[in-house]
């Protein structure tokens, strides 16, 4: 069974820090893209980062661009983003979900929230 | 910068009808890197449609893409329950190295 797991959201204060997981299972993790993707309430989706399947390419959204790093360790099947410096603006579902450049992103996890608040 | 911009904003139709969803490109994309979402509310978004115009395992031919260049199109032929969403256009463009989605249209029974 395919699946993909996000965690590490909660409550964090701005300018502070947090890194989110993704574990995936039931494919093979090492052979996909790997992207995040956030949700703000009651808004639209952004795409936010991508790492390549061999973590050979990391492109990002401008919105955070030299804040956020994308990487991944293929031998534990997990996909980590670091968020530094959050901002008010940054509080969203955060979604990973798998998919190269031409085969949309096919599988997703059911997101883990973060709120930048003070 | 990629902008995206789907339209209308929210489709009015009954079970039945035809859905027709439009997504405009404020430049020229390949066709390959257009993909199609739907989302619940809830739930994850579900890739429809890659490529522009294939269809994701399992997704019912009731869905359809079409486009090129800067106009891309999906239409739901006939209009189940269960198809009242929010859709999402998404593509890739290699020379920004970016990934990015359209605003969304929701479908309202």
């Known amino acids: 069974q395919v699946q993909l797991v996000e965690s590490g959201g909660g409550v964090v204060q701005p300018g502070r820090s947090l890194r989110l997981s993704c574990t995936a299972s039931?494919?093979?993790?090492?052979?996909?893209?790997m992207h995040w993707v956030r949700q703000a309430p009651g808004k639209g989706l952004e795409w936010v980062a991508v790492?390549?399947?061999?973590?050979?390419?990391?492109y990002y959204a401008d919105s955070v661009k030299g804040r956020f790093t994308i990487s991944r360790d293929n031998s534990k099947n997990t996909l980590y983003l670091q968020m530094n410096s959050l901002r008010a603006e940054d509080t969203a579902l955060y979604y990973c979900?798998?998919?190269?450049?031409?085969?949309?992103?096919?599988?997703w996890g059911q997101g883990t929230m973060v709120t930048v608040s003070s | 910068e990629i902008m995206l911009t789907q339209s209308p904003g929210t489709l009015s139709l009954s079970p039945g009808e035809r859905a027709t969803l439009s997504c405009r490109a404020s430049q020229s994309v390949t066709s390959t890197y257009v993909s199609w979402y739907q989302q619940k509310p809830g739930q994850a978004p579900r890739l429809l449609i890659y490529?522009?115009?294939s269809r994701a395992t399992g997704i019912p031919d009731r869905f359809s893409g079409t486009g090129s260049g800067t106009d891309f199109t999906l239409t739901v032929s006939r209009l189940e329950p269960e198809d009242f969403a929010i859709y999402y256009c998404q593509q890739y463009v290699p020379s920004l190295r970016m990934f990015a989605f359209g605003q969304g249209t929701k479908l309202e029974i």
């Open positions: 790492i390549w399947y061999d973590g050979s390419n990391k």
């Open positions: 979900a798998s998919g190269g450049d031409s085969e949309g992103f096919e599988m």
């Open positions: 490529g522009a115009s």
């Open positions: 039931g494919f093979t993790f090492r052979s996909y893209a």
